[in-house]
């Protein structure tokens, strides 16, 4: 593929090695109890977690998907 | 490579001018709300996240700074923004572990956390590394401001027959001069206050450059056509070339650079420090990170993007040719008009102070409480009166600030070798990083993380780093993903991989090994000349860090070896360490322990109201503000909670508040009575709404 060492690799490694970091951090703030889900506000957070992944996800590869048109 | 000077014209200079005395003007007025050393490194710990929030911009966007990534912008293209779009990763860590742990355990400096969860020679090689780091970062920014201002100076000023040429160092030390006048006397509520005006002032700067470039290369379609392909990727190319990588650069700053800035920038921290609670923080940081920094990635890189496609409509007005740290200025003076470009100029120069002064502002943190504090406590001089005992810490924060601002422009002399900023602030990071980095976290998430160790990390991580800069095409080559080695600046953001491999392996090592050097120590304690023993391998491991750090190359393989060996045993042996102690309250897994720490109690999770009060005053000095019962019920509180009182207008963002504890109530209901000392610090107006909330 055309490009793709400059497109959709850096992409994959870039949420495949950094959805380790991210989802172990997540993991262990839930194991330890730091984030206790039966508080609102905490639940609220959690979405905001996942959110921020995605919305990451989703700006950098709608910019890679209009560079590649 | 083509070099500018006199680039501008006196309109220019006069904005400049009249910009610099606005911005030092409102960050002197705010100076007055200095009163102890806790509102000079913290503003008192009462603003509201979106004040933070904006504050922190000019702080993020100085560091990341104006001149390195449109410098990569113009190199690279969009893949310059990826440093300001992959910080989430390690959000639930900080928000969740480090930010309440830090806040509840009322550390004031990151070294003093490593002396409450391991021991004093933790906190003692902590500072050492933190302060190494910081220095560094402060000269990476006088770097960075010299190489924006020199463009706009002429090649020598001549002064009463005198020629004086203008060089990078001597324009570095005349700002070092400006840099260090307001944060020396202000203090963090002044560098909040300035970095919150720079924040609005460098977002609007940096879009009006922006918008001002594509009309001028002929809107935005024939903007994004004028790129090649290549530069309009979102991330850099895989592992080529060796100068701007992709892998590279993730290790470097996704994991590095950002567990780095998150974790370690004490600047920063106190930023989220000088928030009202720990749930204020965490909107700060998520505001920032998910929206305020993707926009600060257009701000600051749009230049180089914009260089770029003026190149390649005309070679003649930009060539491609031109010095990757001067594009910034370049374009800027092309495509806008005379004052205009001043101001553009003053936005750019002042968030680089703002950088500065929050890092200069931030090291004399450290500096007071992880060296004077502990040196004025061993010689007993420390004073029994808090306030004679504050003014004089003051006085030495002020002291230290100018001599901070010295050390930075002296540690610039170590940054200039590279071809850009950009590469020297990778390899900063890459290099000093790690070992704190990895420590940090180890003890704020592994309870079994001991003093043994935290202390070898320290010193075995950078034995390894060492014998890795000495011999990158040895140890460093195998985490190299293909990128190229550069001989003259080998690996200089991959390295960080290493860093991180070595001092993780050096902790999990040291730690899954304790029960044999535990039946060491025991066998040793037992034996006649057991204290010998030790000093003998207390001298071998010294010589062995000594003669590796002095480049004595005799047997230079075995040196870390010895160090990893023998440093876990003399702190085992040596040192005294107590688990329970050690992490409760100071690690992830006990933040409940931690907040209960900080109120003195269990804390009261009642979800209450907030209510609006008159205030009236006592004449006594107790710390406690006095409710009616009506009010305390709305609230949701009890005697002995804590609570924040806070101006009722929501603009002023928690300067004019206070924390205090909730005493005996009255039945005067929306009344609240506060003594001389919380209006003194509170700054509340007579006659003024005040709003109480629990805050646990």
């Known amino acids: ?69 | 490579m083509e070099t500018f000077h006199n680039i501008g014209t006196s309109t220019d200079w006069i904005v400049m001018v009249v910009y610099f005395l606005t911005i030092m003007l409102f960050g002197t007025y705010f100076g007055r709300y200095t009163k102890d050393t806790s509102d000079f490194f913290f503003g008192g710990r009462r603003f509201s996240w979106w004040l933070i929030t904006m504050s922190i911009v000019a702080t993020g966007v100085g560091s990341h700074s104006f001149v390195k990534y449109s410098a990569k912008g113009f190199e690279h293209g969009f893949s310059s923004s990826m440093t300001y779009l992959n910080d989430w990763f390690f959000v639930p860590f900080f928000m969740f572990g480090w930010l309440p742990i830090i806040v509840y355990s009322k550390v004031r400096s990151i070294p003093e956390y490593f002396e409450k969860r391991f021991n004093p020679s933790a906190r003692f090689l902590a500072t050492v590394l933190l302060l190494l780091y910081m220095i560094g970062y402060i000269g990476i920014g006088f770097l960075t401001l010299g190489k924006a201002v020199i463009p706009m100076l002429p090649e020598a000023f001549h002064i009463f027959g005198i020629t004086l040429d203008v060089t990078l160092m001597r324009a570095i030390v005349v700002i070092a001069i400006i840099t260090g006048a307001y944060i020396t006397f202000g203090g963090q509520t002044a560098v909040i206050f300035t970095d919150l005006l720079q924040g609005f002032i460098l977002i609007f700067a940096g879009f009006m450059l922006f918008a001002i470039g594509i009309a001028y290369v002929g809107g935005g379609q024939a903007f994004w056509d004028l790129l090649p392909t290549t530069w309009k990727f979102p991330l850099a190319n895989f592992n080529e070339p060796s100068s701007f990588n992709f892998v590279g650069i993730f290790w470097q700053d996704a994991v590095a650079g950002s567990v780095g800035f998150l974790f370690m920038n004490q600047g920063l921290l106190m930023r989220f420090m000088a928030c009202k609670n720990v749930n204020e923080g965490r909107k700060a940081a998520a505001v920032n990170i998910l929206f305020v920094l993707p926009l600060s990635a257009i701000v600051v890189g749009n230049a180089g993007w914009l260089g770029k496609a003026i190149s390649a409509l005309s070679p003649d007005i930009i060539s491609p040719n031109t010095s990757p740290d001067e594009i910034f200025v370049v374009v800027a003076s092309i495509v806008t008009s005379p004052g205009v470009f001043g101001f553009v100029m003053a936005a750019l120069t002042a968030a680089l102070m703002s950088t500065v002064d929050t890092l200069i502002n931030a090291t004399a943190a450290i500096f007071v409480n992880d060296v004077y504090r502990p040196l004025m406590k061993y010689f007993r001089k420390s004073h029994d009166d808090k306030k004679v005992r504050e003014k004089a810490e003051l006085f030495a924060a002020r002291l230290t600030s100018i001599a901070i601002t010295a050390a930075g422009v002296l540690s610039v002399l170590a940054f200039v070798q590279f071809p850009t900023v950009y590469e020297a602030h990778g390899y900063f990071h890459s290099t000093l990083t790690p070992p704190l980095v990895v420590a940090i976290f180890m003890g704020v998430f592994w309870k079994r993380f001991s003093p043994a160790g935290v202390i070898t990390t320290f010193l075995g991580g950078v034995a390894l780093m060492i014998l890795g800069a000495r011999y990158p095409e040895i140890f460093i080559a195998p985490f190299d993903h293909g990128i190229e080695m550069n001989p003259n600046h080998p690996y200089s953001y991959i390295r960080a991989l290493y860093n991180l491999v070595v001092c993780i392996g050096v902790g999990f090592f040291v730690t899954y090994t304790s029960n044999l050097q535990n039946r060491f120590i025991t066998w040793v304690r037992n034996t006649n000349n057991g204290q010998l023993i030790m000093i003998l391998i207390t001298i071998f491991a010294t010589l062995a860090f000594f003669l590796l750090v002095f480049g004595i190359t005799t047997f230079e393989l075995f040196y870390p070896v010895i160090v990893i060996l023998f440093v876990p045993l003399i702190v085992t042996y040596f040192g005294h360490y107590d688990e329970e102690l050690g992490t409760n309250g100071l690690t992830v897994w006990s933040i409940a322990a931690a907040k209960a720490a900080f109120k003195g109690s269990t804390p009261n999770e009642l979800v209450g109201e907030k209510v609006e009060v008159h205030f009236k005053l006592l004449d006594n000095d107790i710390d406690k503000v006095l409710f009616s019962k009506n009010d305390l019920s709305q609230m949701g509180a009890k005697v002995g909670d804590l609570v924040y009182l806070s101006d009722k207008r929501k603009w002023l963002g928690g300067l004019k508040s206070i924390h205090s504890e909730y005493g005996e109530p009255h039945d005067e209901e929306g009344i609240v009575y506060i003594n001389g000392d919380h209006l003194d610090h509170g700054l509340f107006d007579e006659g003024r709404s005040l709003i109480a909330e629990k805050e646990m």
């Open chain 1, 1 to 69: 593929m055309e490009y793709f060492s400059h497109s959709w690799l850096p992409y994959i490694y870039l949420y495949g090695i950094g959805g380790i970091f991210f989802f172990s951090g997540v993991y262990i703030v839930w194991r330890s109890g730091a984030i206790d889900l039966k508080k609102p506000h905490h639940r609220m957070w959690m979405k905001i977690f996942f959110f921020g992944y995605a919305w990451f996800m989703a700006v950098h590869g709608l910019l890679t998907i209009f560079a590649l048109r």
